[in-house]
C-alpha cells in the first residue's frame, strides 16, 4: 500500500532532521566501593530534549540505579548541576542537540562532596553560604521583628543589588572557580557575591561587619579574576563582577573611606482612602 | 562536618588540573593560567639571575667562567622569553589591578538573556587588547635589540 510507504518515508525524514542517536558516558561515584565507575548509555534524542529528559528516561528505561538531583526541571531551584561535556551547566537547562556532539560526557558537580553517582552534596556550601549571613541586618530591632510596613527602596536603589539576588544557589560558579578547585576553604564566588548583594541593599546596615568576613586569604583575596563563575552562571548574576566591587569597597574601607551606612527606614503611612462602594476585606484569619 | 568525613571529597576535586587542564572557559580564564605560569617563571628566573649575579662575589676570575657559560644564543633566547614573559605579566598585572578593585569593570544590570557578563562587555574586552597591544610593540622592541645583538641585523 503506497500510503504506508510514504508515511514511513516521511518518518524516516523526520527521524534524521530532529532525532540523534547519542551515546552518554556517565561517571558515577559508587559509595559503598568508594570508587568511580563509568556507565555507557545509547539514547535516541528528539529535538528539545535536555540532559535531564534524558536522564530521566535512562533512569525509568534503562537503568533504575542511576542516581541524580533534579526538581523543578526548569532552571529555578538549582539542584540539577553537573558536569556536562566538561563544564559545569543545568542538566535542565541544557540542550542536548545544541551541544553538537555525539557522546557526551557527564560527571557530577566538581568541588563539592560526593552522595552517588551524580549527586553531590552541597553542606559545605550552604555553611559558606550561612556564614556570610544571607539577610538584612539592621539596628531597628522593633521594626525588624515585627514588621509594621515595608522598608524603603526606589527602583534604582533596587537595580544596584537585583541582579545579585536572581542567585539561585546552583554552585556551577563554584564547581567552575580555580581558586575553589584548590582550596576548599574559599567562600567560593556565590557566597562573596552574595555578601555584595546584601552590602548593596540599601535596606541593609551591616556593611562594615560584612566587610570584616570577607576580608582574608580564604574570603575576597582568593579571587584571581579568572571570570570562570560569570561565564557558567545560568541566571546571568556575574559573581565576578560582585567580587571585584566588593574588593573596592574593602580597599576603601582600608583606606578608611567608608562609615557606617544608616539604611533606609519604613515607607511612611499610606494616606488613600477607601472609595464608594468597596466594601471592607473580612477580618485576617491566619 | 562528620559528613564531610563520610562523603570523600578529595575525589572530586579539580584541582591543579582546574587551574589549567579545563579548555572550555571564557578568555580571562586563559589570562588568569599564563599570568600565575609567567608570575612562576619569572620567581624562577629571579632565583636563575641571583645565582648567576653571585658568580662575582668569587673574583674576576669566576665571573668571565660565567660570562662566558651564559654568552649563548639559547641563554639569550631563553632572557628573550623571560622579557615576554615579563611584559605580559605586568601590563596583564596593570588590567588585573584595575578590574579587581572595580574599576573599568561596569555596573551591575538587569540580567536579560542571553546574559552577558560584564567581563565580556566592551571596556574589559578594549582593556585586554589596548595591553596585548602595547606589550606587542615593547616586544617587538626587545626582539629588535636581540637581533642586533645576535647580528642578525644589522
Ligand atoms: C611589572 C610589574 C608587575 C606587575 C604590575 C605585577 C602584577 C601582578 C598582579 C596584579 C598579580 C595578582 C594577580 C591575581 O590577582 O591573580 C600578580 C601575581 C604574581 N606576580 Fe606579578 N607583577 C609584576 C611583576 C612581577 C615579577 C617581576 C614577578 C617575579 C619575580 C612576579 C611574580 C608574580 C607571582 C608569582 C604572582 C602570583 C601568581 C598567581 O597567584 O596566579 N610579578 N602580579
Ligand atoms: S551565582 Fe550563578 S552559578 Fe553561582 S550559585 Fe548563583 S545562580 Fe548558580
Ligand atoms: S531541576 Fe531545578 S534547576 Fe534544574
Known sequence: ?286 | MADRKRYRFKDNLWGIWGWYGNLKFNLERYLYLIHRLTGVGLVLFLLLHIIVTSSRMYGEAAWIETESIIQNPLYDLGMLLVIGALIFHGLNGIRLILLEYGLLIGKPTQPIYPYKPTLKRRTPRLLIILMMLIGTVFFLIALYEFLLVWGVLS
Open chain 1, 1 to 286: 500500500m503506497a500510503w504506508r510507504n510514504v508515511s514511513h518515508v516521511s518518518r524516516v525524514i523526520f527521524m534524521k532532521k530532529d532525532s540523534k542517536i547519542i551515546t552518554f558516558k556517565i561517571k558515577r561515584w559508587d559509595p559503598g566501593k568508594g570508587d568511580w565507575r563509568i556507565s555507557t548509555y545509547t539514547v535516541t534524542i528528539r529535538k528539545g530534549m535536555t540532559i535531564l529528559d534524558a536522564l530521566v528516561h535512562i533512569k525509568e528505561t534503562i537503568d533504575h540505579t542511576l542516581s541524580y538531583r533534579a526538581s523543578c526541571r526548569m532552571g529555578i531551584c538549582g539542584s540539577c548541576g553537573m558536569t556536562i561535556n566538561g563544564k559545569p551547566r543545568l542538566a535542565c537547562e541544557t540542550q542536548i542537540l545544541e551541544l553538537k556532539s555525539n557522546t557526551i560526557s557527564i560527571e557530577p558537580l566538581k568541588n563539592f562532596d560526593l552522595i552517588k553517582d551524580l549527586a553531590t552534596d552541597f553542606s559545605l556550601f550552604f555553611e559558606k553560604q550561612t556564614k556570610i549571613r544571607p539577610y538584612l541586618i539592621r539596628s531597628d530591632e522593633d521594626e525588624y521583628w515585627n514588621p509594621s510596613r515595608e522598608y524603603k527602596q526606589t527602583p534604582t536603589e533596587r537595580l544596584l543589588y537585583e541582579q545579585f539576588s536572581n542567585c539561585i544557589t546552583c554552585g556551577l560558579c563554584y564547581a567552575a572557580c580555580p581558586t575553589n578547585a584548590t582550596n576548599i576553604n574559599y567562600l567560593g564566588p556565590q557566597a562573596l557575591m552574595n555578601t555584595y548583594r546584601f552590602i548593596a541593599d540599601s535596606r541593609d546596615e551591616g556593611t562594615l561587619e560584612r566587610i570584616e568576613l570577607v576580608d582574608a586569604v580564604d574570603g575576597i583575596w582568593g579571587c584571581h579574576l579568572s571570570g570562570a563563575c560569570s561565564d557558567v552562571c545560568p541566571k546571568g548574576v556575574d559573581p565576578a563582577l560582585a567580587i571585584q566591587l566588593l574588593r573596592g569597597l574593602v580597599a576603601a574601607k582600608a583606606l578608611r573611606r567608608i562609615k557606617h551606612k544608616k539604611a533606609t527606614g519604613v515607607v511612611p503611612p499610606s494616606e488613600a482612602k477607601r472609595r464608594k462602594g468597596i466594601p471592607e476585606p473580612p477580618p485576617f484569619n491566619v
